[in-house]
């Protein structure tokens, strides 16, 4: 049996790295079941429904950070990218799904301690939470480039890729950040096709793309266009398929 000790855990909810608050985090997917039975039949039949997410995080708060400000309107309807991963490491495993912010607890306070907060996110959907790897990992890019290669496979005539990509930062005067999620057949991304285009960011944001297969392609890599005057981008981008 492997043991994992966990240091260096990531949660990205929207535009904002909730990892740099966060002392614990924690994800749980179940599946909504709906009973049934019928006079014919003596066993009791339990039928699958929708997917219930649910990503938690435990920390401490910055008031100058994100999550920061008391009165900013951060539980919402609206649904956000939310991606997981047990590390920061490009090329490693992380978790794609999306949800609402449907808790924000900032007012944690004793005496002679750190200020403490929780948010949770949490999303009903009939699509699973997808297994995918981080494929750009978080950090500040000023210019145009391709991120690294990976062999995720290829995408079945049921299945589809999906693409997370979360902006955490913005700089510069008029910075503009497009990003696309490209595929080939060989490692050397001599034919690349562009498979998912996310809209154009000018500030903290995020998005999720997906598109259904089939699609033989195996090899994928994140491509990035940043112009503006100065501009710089702090992003992370991650792609599953499932």
């Given amino acids: 049996m492997a043991v994992f000790n966990a240091r260096s855990a990531t949660m990205w909810v929207g535009g904002v790295a909730v990892h740099d608050l966060a002392t614990k985090v ?30 938690q995080a435990s920390g401490y708060i910055d008031f100058a950070g994100p999550f920061g400000g008391l009165n900013e309107p951060y539980v919402d309807r609206a649904q956000v990218p939310v991606t ?12 794609l799904t999306v949800g609402l912010i449907a808790a924000w607890k900032p007012l944690g ?8 907060m929780d948010v949770e996110v949490s999303g009903t959907t009939k699509v699973p939470p997808v297994g995918g790897t981080l494929v750009a990992a978080e950090a500040a890019r000023a210019a145009t480039g391709n991120g690294v290669p990976y062999q995720l496979g290829a995408v079945g005539a ?3 890729v999906y693409s997370n990509v979360h902006v955490l930062a913005a700089g510069g005067v008029n910075p503009t950040l497009d990003v696309t999620v490209a595929s080939d057949s060989a490692e050397a991304f001599s034919t690349p096709t562009v498979q998912l285009t996310h809209p154009q960011f000018a500030a903290p944001g995020a998005n999720q793309q997906s598109l259904p297969g089939a699609n033989t392609d195996t090899w994928w890599r994140a491509q990035w266009t940043i112009a503006g005057t100065g501009p710089t981008f702090t ?5 599953g398929i499932a």
């Fill in 158 to 160: 049921a299945q589809a």
């Fill in 235 to 239: 992003f992370a981008v991650a792609v």
């Fill in 84 to 95: 997981l991963g047990p590390t920061s490491t490009e090329g490693d495993t992380a978790m």
């Fill in 26 to 55: 924690r994800f749980d997917v179940s599946l909504n079941t709906s009973p049934s039975q019928t006079f014919g039949h003596d066993a009791e039949t339990v039928t699958g429904g929708l997917f219930v997410v649910k990503a």
């Fill in 109 to 116: 306070f004793t005496v002679g301690e750190t200020a403490a």
